[in-house]
């Protein structure tokens, strides 16, 4: 009998451990700018946001906790009037590198177009049907994308079926009165953020994810000049979509270089010269606005 209750406690234990959810979300609501009204409400908000982002299945595949995927959520409110909030979203991501204690940022982006009704303590209902409330349509959406980009960057072109997901959040909103969803708005948000990686003239920005993080850095813990020389040759897939300019603006590209320049400086300050050299002069064609950074890369 005992040899069969601990069995039975094993399992339990083992489906526990296995099936949790694919995010580790900190959820953070500033509402400084805000005077003279309950502030009980905001804490309200984070609470709900922080279950409804690390509480949801948003894949059916098995995660154990320790391959959640980091992730921070900052709401900055600068309106409430009633039920309605208006803001700006900042969403970061990184994933761990092999062997090492080192994460490297995937995303960091700003949306301004943050706009939503919440009533306090309603339940945040949401449907990949239907657009029913912009702020869990919106969270659902970055959800989706941050698992999107991370299985991108441990397998080739890996996380498609998430891009789609964020698709259809994007299709049902183009009815919605918020903006942020539709491609006449601006040619940075969240229709122009999805468009680009599915699009499959701009293959290239997820081949380059995949390169740099599984092929360059989590090989540099053991074979440091083959990681590097790894991503050095990815960045020869944006050098490509930069040159074609299918488009006058490719958002997807903008996010990819300032999730990375930092990074790419740090890695290549320790490179010889002449990978120093043609790494450096690809950088400064493909993001110009940058180019008095990327100059550390040849002080060495």
Same mark, same amino acid.
């Given at each position: 009998?005992?040899?069969?209750?601990?069995?039975?406690?094993?399992?339990?234990?083992?489906?526990?451990?296995?099936?949790?959810?694919?995010?580790?979300?900190?959820?953070?609501?500033?509402?400084?700018?805000?005077?003279?009204?309950?502030?009980?409400?905001?804490?309200?908000?984070?609470?709900?946001?922080?279950?409804?982002?690390?509480?949801?299945?948003?894949?059916?595949?098995?995660?154990?906790?320790?391959?959640?995927?980091?992730?921070?959520?900052?709401?900055?409110?600068?309106?409430?009037?009633?039920?309605?909030?208006?803001?700006?979203?900042?969403?970061?991501?990184?994933?761990?590198?092999?062997?090492?204690?080192?994460?490297?940022?995937?995303?960091?982006?700003?949306?301004?177009?943050?706009?939503? +009704?919440?009533?306090?303590?309603?339940?945040? &209902? #949401?449907?990949?049907?239907? *657009? @029913?409330?912009? /702020?869990?349509?919106?969270?659902?959406?970055?959800?989706?994308?941050?698992?999107?980009?991370?299985?991108?960057?441990?397998?080739?072109?890996?996380?498609?079926?998430?891009?789609?997901?964020?698709?259809?959040?994007?299709?049902?909103?183009?009815?919605?009165?918020?903006?942020?969803?539709?491609?006449?708005?601006?040619?940075?948000?969240?229709?122009?953020?999805?468009?680009?990686?599915? +699009?499959?003239?701009?293959?290239?920005?997820? &081949? #380059?994810?995949?390169?740099? *993080? @599984?092929?360059? /850095?989590?090989?540099?813990?053991?074979?440091?000049?083959?990681?590097?020389?790894?991503?050095?040759?990815?960045?020869?897939?944006?050098?490509?979509?930069?040159?074609?300019?299918?488009?006058?603006?490719?958002?997807?590209?903008?996010?990819?270089?300032?999730?990375?320049?930092?990074?790419?400086?740090?890695?290549?300050?320790?490179?010889?010269?002449?990978?120093?050299?043609?790494?450096?002069?690809?950088?400064?064609?493909?993001?110009?606005?940058?180019?008095?950074?990327?100059?550390?890369?040849?002080?060495?």
């Amino acid at each position: 009998m005992k040899k069969i209750f601990g069995l039975v406690v094993g399992l339990i234990l083992f489906v526990q451990g296995t099936y949790s959810q694919e995010l580790r979300c900190n959820v953070q609501v500033n509402s400084s700018q805000i005077q003279g009204t309950n502030k009980q409400v905001f804490q309200t908000l984070q609470t709900a946001m922080y279950e409804f982002m690390n509480n949801t299945a948003w894949t059916n595949h098995m995660y154990t906790n320790e391959e959640r995927i980091e992730c921070n959520i900052l709401i900055n409110l600068q309106e409430h009037n009633g039920d309605e909030f208006k803001g700006s979203i900042q969403i970061q991501s990184s994933r761990p590198t092999f062997n090492t204690s080192y994460n490297t940022t995937v995303l960091n982006f700003k949306d301004d177009d943050l706009r939503f +009704n919440y009533v306090e303590f309603a339940p945040l &209902e #949401f449907s990949i049907t239907e *657009h @029913r409330s912009n /702020l869990t349509s919106l969270l659902a959406y970055y959800a989706y994308i941050i698992i999107g980009l991370d299985y991108d960057t441990f397998s080739h072109l890996g996380g498609t079926a998430y891009y789609q997901k964020a698709e259809q959040i994007v299709n049902n909103a183009q009815n919605a009165q918020e903006k942020g969803w539709k491609a006449f708005e601006s040619r940075k948000n969240r229709y122009w953020f999805i468009e680009n990686f599915l +699009n499959d003239r701009y293959k290239g920005l997820r &081949e #380059f994810l995949y390169r740099y *993080h @599984r092929l360059g /850095l989590d090989v540099m813990d053991s074979k440091e000049a083959v990681g590097r020389a790894q991503i050095a040759e990815s960045l020869d897939l944006l050098q490509k979509i930069y040159r074609q300019k299918p488009d006058p603006y490719l958002f997807a590209f903008e996010l990819i270089m300032r999730a990375k320049s930092d990074e790419l400086i740090n890695i290549f300050s320790e490179s010889f010269m002449a990978e120093a050299d043609r790494v450096y002069k690809i950088l400064v064609e493909i993001d110009p606005t940058n180019s008095d950074k990327y100059i550390k890369i040849k002080q060495q």
